[in-house]
Structures are given as C-alpha cells and as structure tokens.
C-alpha cells in the first residue's frame, strides 16, 4: 500500500509545478507518470491496483480542466478560493439582510449579483461605467430575469389559494379548447 502512496505524492509534486512549468509541460509530466501507473498497477497487489485504477479514473474524468491554472495567473489551483469568495457573499448578504439563511434573491438573480459582487471586489465602478454597452444583451438579461420572477409568482399562488388556482386553470383550459 505505501508503493500507492508514493504515486500519489509523484503526482503531488507534478502538480505543485516548484518550477513554474507552463500547462502543457505539466500535462506531458502527468502523462507519462499515469502511464507508469497504468503498467505498474497490473503488477500489484489486488488493494494497491485498485486504488490506483480509481485514482487513474478520476484523473482522466477531470483531466481536460486540470492545467488551465497553470497558463492563466487568474484561475486559482484549487476551488477552495471560489468557495471562500461564496462563503463571504453569503456572509454579507446575511449581515446586510438580517437574515439566518441565504437570501431567496440569490437564487433568482445570483447571475447577476455574484458577477457584480466579484466586481466590485476588484475596485469602485463610476456611474458611466455601470451603462450597458450592448443594451440588447442587457434587456434580454433583464427579461430572463422578471420570467425567473413570474415562474416563482405563479407557484407560490397555487400554495396560498389552491382552489382559485385550479379554478382559473380549469377556465384558461376551456378557453382553449371551446369556440369562441
């Protein structure tokens, strides 16, 4: 079993890149180590094969998103930087609202309001800069956003007044099929 552990920290030390390699370095590394796995795991015991098998399974279903970070300084090794900046928004959203959970809008316009949240993050915007610059991308948005709104409206109707819903489904419905 330590003979497994041993690849794991080979990989380790691939990943941690000590010498600033760029992504496609690291992939070329990385193959050639799993491939070495791939040949060894057949000689091993049936625990150790299987262990490393798994890990070689795994590593293949992340492999096309695994070396982006090492060619752009901006996308973090590890999403534990995207969960603190998740955690902190929760954070100040609770401080802000009162609230003990999430705030419901979050959800309905969490698009919107993450994006301008990390933004603000980075520096303060002056009122020119916060106008759209393709106002068609920016109604549609807008319009996704108020159908998000009215799908959220409609189903808390039928909670507070089922029988007027049914019944107004029920007219809609002979509406349709009936002649005018």
Known sequence: MRAGYE??????TILANAHALDGSAIKRQLRALLGAMAKHHNR??????A????????????????????????????????EQFFGAHRYHERRATG?????????????VRMVACAATRLRAFAGEELAPEH?????????????????RVRRSRFRRHPAAYLERLEKDLLQLILPP
């Not at 690849?7 to 380790?12: G, S, T, Y």
């Not at 091993?44 to 094969?49: E, F, K, M, N």
């Not at 070689?56 to 590890?78: A, E, I, M, N």
């Not at 609230?99 to 698009?111: D, E, F, I, Y």
């Open 7 to 12: 690849w794991i920290k080979r990989v380790a």
């Open 44 to 49: 091993s015991a049936p625990a150790l094969a």
């Open 51 to 82: 262990m490393l098998a798994h890990f070689q399974k795994v590593t293949q279903s992340y492999w096309p998103g695994l070396f982006h970070c090492y060619d752009d300084t901006d996308v973090p090794r590890t999403n534990n930087d995207l």
């Open 99 to 111: 609230r003990k959970g999430a705030s419901p809008a979050l959800v309905l316009r969490g698009a």
């Open 135 to 151: 106002l068609h991308h920016w109604q549609t948005l807008r319009q996704q956003l108020e159908n998000r709104r009215q799908q």
